[in-house]
Nanobody
Framework: QAQLVESGGGLVQPGGSLRLSCAASGFLFSNYAMSWYRQAPGKERELVATITSAGGSTNYADSVKGRFTISRDNAKRTVYLQMNSLQSEDTAVYYC????????WGQGTQVTVSS
């Protein structure tokens, strides 16, 4: 059974950093493009970053460019999101998504940026 499990969320002060992880199981991870999305209260889910299956190409939302970095380790079946210079506007539930033959979503991890 395919599964994505996010971890690494929490409470951080403005200007701080967090690294999210998303561990995959039950499907051929190395064939899938991986993305991070986020959803803030009262807002629609938005795409944050995407990485291709082999990790050779990445894309970012304008709001996080230069602050967030997506990466993956296919041997560990894990995708990461390094988040630096966090701002209150980054507060949201962060989800990872796998896309190829099928689409899989994780359950989300809460990130709260507050002093």
């Amino acid at each position: 059974q395919a599964q994505l499990v996010e971890s690494g969320g929490g409470l951080v002060q403005p200007g701080g950093s967090l690294r999210l992880s998303c561990a995959a199981s039950g499907f051929l991870f190395s064939n899938y493009a991986m993305s991070w999305y986020r959803q803030a209260p009262g807002k629609e889910r938005e795409l944050v970053a995407t990485i291709t299956s082999a990790g050779g190409s990445t894309n970012y939302a304008d709001s996080v460019k230069g602050r967030f970095t997506i990466s993956r380790d296919n041997a560990k079946r894990t995708v990461y999101l390094q988040m630096n210079s966090l701002q209150s506007e980054d507060t949201a539930v962060y989800y990872c998504k796998a896309l190829w033959m099928r689409v899989y979503w994780g359950q989300g991890t809460q990130v709260t940026v507050s002093s």
